[in-house]
């Protein structure tokens, strides 16, 4: 059994940057794919960035593209999304999930293990 917790969320304004954590314990996280999905106002939840168990492997949204980037650290049992650039349009609660496959990771549906969340709000 894997908990996680994300951190890193907050207010920010157009243009500025946050970083947020996906913090996992309860299991051998180096063995989980990591996903970021996001669930905005009035949209369905919507997959944002995925990374391998390795790290070897990222895959990001199109509107995410040049301005997140996913990383982990195993040794910290951690998963980053940094994100720049921010945009209105990223305010939404952001979700970390682990699986423990290497494929399909762009579908919530093959996730095993989600996280409460973090609210990013992006707002002058």
């Known amino acids: 059994q894997v908990q996680l917790v994300e951190s890193g969320g907050g207010l920010v304004q157009p243009g500025d940057s946050l970083r947020l954590s996906c913090a996992a314990s309860g299991g051998t996280f180096s063995r989980f794919a990591v996903g970021w999905f996001r669930r905005s106002p009035g949209k369905a939840s919507e997959f944002v960035a995925a990374i391998t168990d390795t790290g070897g492997w990222t895959s990001h949204a199109d509107f995410v593209k040049d301005r997140f980037t996913n990383s982990r650290d195993n040794a910290k049992n951690k998963v980053y999304l940094q994100m720049n650039s921010l945009k209105f349009e990223d305010t939404g609660v952001y979700f970390c999930?682990?699986?423990?496959?290497?494929?399909?990771?762009?579908?919530?549906?093959?996730?095993?293990?989600w996280g409460p969340g973090t609210q990013v709000t992006v707002s002058s």
């Open positions: 999930a682990a699986h423990s496959g290497g494929v399909g990771l762009l579908k919530s549906y093959v996730y095993d293990y």
